[in-house]
Every structure is written in structure tokens, then in C-alpha cells.
């Protein structure tokens, strides 16, 4: 299931794999890593250039609240960062779609048409854990948007260091 909207990816029931942390369950760390990764990959993948990106820059993630129990028990990281243009759009989203299907995630909407004066198209995934992954390819500024899981981890109430 791909979520679309503000705040944070939602954990849903049964999300956990037999002898796997449930949903909200997996540590703030285990958490904040896979999604610098899942950022990490999909701009490696995207076709254009990321100049404010840098894996290694951890600090300053303040996660925002998201639910997994009950309303606002939890924290997830999110970003989006800008990056450059692409040359063509469609056949960046078309590489990200194998990309991301070959990773194990759920295609979502895509938007082909973002208006009169938009040149860009949209793209977005789920990963089973629950992680939302948006790719906004175009010929002026591309963009790309992750929302982590859910996690449930006290020491996700803290900004990274």
C-alpha cells in the first residue's frame, strides 16, 4: 500500500514477518539507516545530479510523530531534497519503476501530467516495512521525498547527531 500524505509512513497490521520486529518495533538506528539508504539508492539511481546530497551528512534528522498503536505514538524520518534536471523524465521514472520492482517495492501512483507549466512527472513506492519513496523527475529541478517507517524507539525523539 502506498500512502501519500503529510506526516509519516504508516505502519500497517502485519507488517512484521514471522520472526520479524512488528510494526513500530525495530530500533530508531535500524530505522534511520534504512532510510538514508532507501535516499541514498534512489538518488544513485535517478539519473541526475544531487549536489546537497551526501550520505554521510547524518545530522539534523528530527523525526516527525506517526502512529503505529494509537495516534502520534510514534516517530519517522522524512526529507526531500532537490537535485538537478534529467534529459527525459519518463524514461527516469521507467528506470526507477524496474529499480525500485527489482528492490521488492510497491509501485504506487504515477502522475504523467503535473500540469501546464510543469515539466516533471511523479513516481512512488512502498517497501514492505512501510517506508514511502517519491521521485519527481524533470527538466528543471528534480525531487526526491522519503518518509521512513514508523518506530516506536525512545531515542527517535532526538535529532541525529
Same mark, same amino acid.
Given at each position: 500500500?502506498?500512502?501519500?500524505?503529510?506526516?509519516? !509512513?504508516?505502519?500497517?497490521?502485519?507488517?512484521?514477518?514471522?520472526?520479524?520486529?512488528?510494526?513500530?518495533?525495530?530500533?530508531?538506528?535500524?530505522?534511520?539507516?534504512?532510510?538514508?539508504?532507501?535516499?541514498?539508492?534512489?538518488?544513485?539511481?535517478?539519473? !541526475?545530479?544531487?549536489?546537497?546530497?551526501?550520505?554521510?551528512?547524518?545530522?539534523?534528522?528530527?523525526?516527525?510523530?506517526?502512529?503505529?498503536?494509537?495516534?502520534?505514538?510514534?516517530? !519517522?524520518?522524512?526529507?526531500?531534497?532537490?537535485?538537478?534536471?534529467?534529459?527525459?523524465?519518463?524514461?527516469?521514472?521507467?528506470?526507477?519503476?524496474?529499480?525500485?520492482?527489482?528492490?521488492?517495492?510497491?509501485?504506487?501512483?504515477?502522475?504523467?501530467?503535473?500540469?501546464?507549466?510543469?515539466?516533471?512527472?511523479?513516481?512512488?513506492?512502498?517497501?514492505?516495512?512501510?517506508?514511502?519513496?517519491?521521485?519527481?523527475?524533470?527538466?528543471?529541478?528534480?525531487?526526491?521525498?522519503?518518509?521512513?517507517?514508523?518506530?516506536?524507539?525512545?531515542? !527517535?525523539?532526538?535529532?541525529?547527531?
Amino acid at each position: 500500500m502506498v500512502i501519500f500524505a503529510s506526516g509519516c !509512513a504508516a505502519n500497517q497490521p502485519g507488517d512484521g514477518h514471522r520472526g520479524e520486529p512488528g510494526p513500530g518495533e525495530r530500533s530508531a538506528q535500524e530505522v534511520f539507516t534504512d532510510f538514508m539508504d532507501a535516499v541514498d539508492d534512489t538518488v544513485q539511481k535517478s539519473g !541526475a545530479d544531487w549536489p546537497i546530497w551526501n550520505r554521510s551528512h547524518t545530522a539534523g534528522f528530527f523525526p516527525g510523530p506517526c502512529s503505529v498503536r494509537s495516534r502520534d505514538d510514534g516517530r !519517522a524520518y522524512q526529507t526531500q531534497i532537490e537535485g538537478g534536471p534529467v534529459e527525459d523524465p519518463k524514461a527516469a521514472v521507467e528506470r526507477m519503476r524496474a529499480h525500485w520492482e527489482s528492490k521488492g517495492y510497491e509501485i504506487g501512483n504515477i502522475f504523467d501530467n503535473m500540469g501546464g507549466n510543469t515539466t516533471g512527472i511523479e513516481i512512488g513506492a512502498s517497501t514492505p516495512r512501510g517506508m514511502v519513496l517519491i521521485f519527481t523527475p524533470s527538466k528543471g529541478t528534480s525531487f526526491v521525498n522519503v518518509h521512513s517507517e514508523c518506530t516506536l524507539d525512545p531515542a !527517535a525523539d532526538r535529532r541525529t547527531t
